[in-house]
């Protein structure tokens, strides 16, 4: 198995549980048919990308403590704060 990168990697948009697009590719089945492993809640299609718009508005939400998880400081404001 490869080496993982930041940026092959995708997030839950409820809980922020990472995984690799790669293992999402290894699935023999439709994306919006599988959950999150950890809350259950999210299916596979509704993952985001580092650096997505999806993923600035949860970090931003996250900022303003209007939402639990962790999502990972967007890549173009990493050094700004």
Known sequence: MSKMNDDQLIFCSNCD???SEYAR???RCRPDS???PRCKQTTLDRFYSLGSQKHTNRREAWERGEICGSPL???SQKGNA
Do not use: E, H, S
């Open 17 to 19: 549980y990472a995984m």
């Open 25 to 27: 590719d290894q699935l």
């Open 34 to 36: 599988i959950v999150c």
């Open 73 to 75: 400081q967007v890549p």
